[in-house]
T-cell receptor
Framework: EPEVTQTPSHQVTQMGQEVILRCVPISNHLYFYWYRQILGQKVEFLVSFYNNEISEKSEIFDDQFSVERPDGSNFTLKIRSTKLEDSAMYFC????????????FGQGTRLTVV | QKEVEQNSGPLSVPEGAIASLNCTYSDRGSQSFFWYRQYSGKSPELIMSIYSNGDKEDGRFTAQLNKASQYVSLLIRDSQPSDSATYLCAAYQAGTALIFGKGTTLSVSS
């Protein structure tokens, strides 16, 4: 069964460092998303991406964040200068159509900023 | 601010019983609704989607949608201990993205 895969599963980084989280969406999907979940809190939308550009972003997705689809399969989230409060689970998701169809999540990357 | 509200629980039911999970949403423009299951430390797993008023059944799961009341529910029949998890309700409106509730923790005792 097709699935969204994310790497790494766990990333520890020092405050102020840049991190790149990687995702391989389901191959025939067109819409890609990043969400995050701080421990004990709800899943929060960060950004959606379609046709090689950002289609929507939340207030959380500030200038420290960027997304890219560097090739035909990968979808990345970059955090330029990490802060302690960026520590969270980051989930990549993909869907075939714009949100009206079902979004499938990857297993997540746990980011710990120390 | 678009909100999806859920009772955090925990909701405790005995094995074999029906579990009823509820959700309300604030944005009348929301068009699509989803239920996800999330085990502790894992990612959300899609259980069901519902787009039209009424009921939608899939195996032991039934989703119900009432757009006039802005209310979505999930019924789990013949609950099993393996159903113990947090259930996330999510709503989607065109031009935005999935907005999640905080989730309801379900505990099924054997």
């Amino acid at each position: 069964e097709p699935e969204v895969t994310q790497t790494p599963s766990h990333q520890v980084t020092q405050m102020g460092q840049e991190v790149i989280l990687r995702c391989v969406p389901i191959s025939n999907h067109l819409y890609f998303y990043w969400y995050r979940q701080i421990l004990g809190q709800k899943v929060e939308f960060l950004v959606s991406f379609y046709n090689n550009e950002i289609s929507e972003k939340s207030e959380i997705f500030d200038d420290q964040f960027s997304v890219e689809r560097p090739d035909g399969s990968n979808f990345t989230l970059k955090i330029r200068s990490t802060k302690l409060e960026d520590s969270a689970m980051y989930f990549c998701a993909s869907s075939g159509g714009q949100g009206d169809t079902e979004a499938f999540f990857g297993q997540g990357t746990r980011l710990t900023v120390v | 601010q678009k909100e999806v509200e859920q009772n955090s629980g925990p909701l405790s039911v005995p094995e074999g019983a029906i579990a009823s999970l509820n959700c309300t949403y604030s944005d009348r423009g929301s068009q699509s609704f989803f239920w996800y299951r999330q085990y502790s430390g894992k990612s959300p797993e899609l259980i069901m989607s519902i787009y039209s008023n009424g009921d939608k059944e899939d195996g032991r799961f039934t989703a119900q949608l009432n757009k006039a009341s802005q209310y979505v529910s999930l019924l789990i029949r013949d609950s099993q201990p393996s159903d113990s998890a947090t259930y996330l309700c999510a709503a989607y409106q065109a031009g935005t993205a999935l907005i999640f509730g905080k989730g309801t923790t379900l505990s099924v005792s054997s």
